[in-house]
């Protein structure tokens, strides 16, 4: 399986020399969740995307700093971009800003959520079973740091995942395109250190609880075989 890496952004310079950026991190979960995958990264954030959506099987966009809704011509371009991807049938996933702007592309809508910042291990429960999700769960604990979110879903749109304070947690489009708000891709450690850093930007008392909450175990390496199943279906 040949998988493209939408990356939208950079791990802190003082964090990367530990735990890499985005596309080390994808490429190391998904190694250790057992799957045969040959990755190229496009540095969407420089502008660079693949001159054809065939280059690869599927496509996973990260996360970012940025939102989708800043006035900037990459973010622009990366919504031209997964509209191809969707009009061609493309398997994509998306994570955190990859999830935000797979909607906003295709006609939903982004903004702040009135919960504000989440951050640390949130548990959404399973709406919809699929079969790509094996091994099956009722709920899901991922590790999450946003304070945007998907608050208007396209048309036909399923909701896979939801919990109260993110009724979007967890999308699917079709046979071919799934995205989520948490971050599969981030390990405790790799939280805990960029809390440590976001003092000015977060509230204490959310940093304080979100730091607390890394105390319990995390689906993240089922769910990155969650995403190797959805990808390679039908691929063969």
């Known amino acids: ?26 490429e190391s979960r998904l190694s250790n969740a057992e799957t045969d995958c040959e990755f190229v990264t496009y540095r969407a ?5 693949p001159q054809s959506v065939d280059e690869c099987d599927g ?4 996360g970012s700093r940025y939102g989708v809704n ?18 061609k049938k493309k398997k994509y996933v998306g994570i955190c800003f ?6 906003a592309a295709l006609g939903g809508e982004v903004k702040a959520s009135d919960h504000g910042w989440t951050v640390g291990i949130t548990k959404n429960r399973i709406d919809v079973e699929k079969a790509w ?3 099956a769960l009722k709920s899901l604990k991922l590790v999450a740091c946003h304070q945007d979110q998907v608050c208007k879903i396209p048309q036909g749109v399923e909701v896979l995942a939801s919990s109260g304070s993110c ?35 977060i509230p ?9 909450s890394l105390a319990e175990d995390a689906d993240d390496l089922l769910f990155m075989r969650w995403i190797a199943n959805f990808v390679t279906d039908g691929l063969a």
């Open 59 to 62: 496509y996973i966009a990260t």
């Open 70 to 87: 800043d006035n900037l011509p990459w973010i622009d371009k990366l919504e031209t971009f997964v509209v191809s991807l969707a009009e």
């Open 204 to 212: 204490a008392s959310r940093i304080r609880d979100g730091k607390a």
């Open 133 to 135: 999700m094996d091994p």
């Open 45 to 49: 954030i420089d502008g660079i995307f």
């Open 167 to 201: 009724p979007y947690y967890m999308l699917q489009y079709g046979c071919h395109m799934m995205s989520i708000q948490g971050h599969p891709e981030f390990s405790k450690a790799f939280v805990n250190a960029l809390l440590d850093g976001a003092l000015d930007d």
């Open 1 to 26: 399986m040949r998988m493209g890496i939408l990356q939208c952004d950079d791990v802190a310079a003082e964090l990367q020399a530990e735990f890499g950026s985005y596309p080390e991190m994808i």
């Open 98 to 103: 990859g999830h935000q702007i797979l909607a």
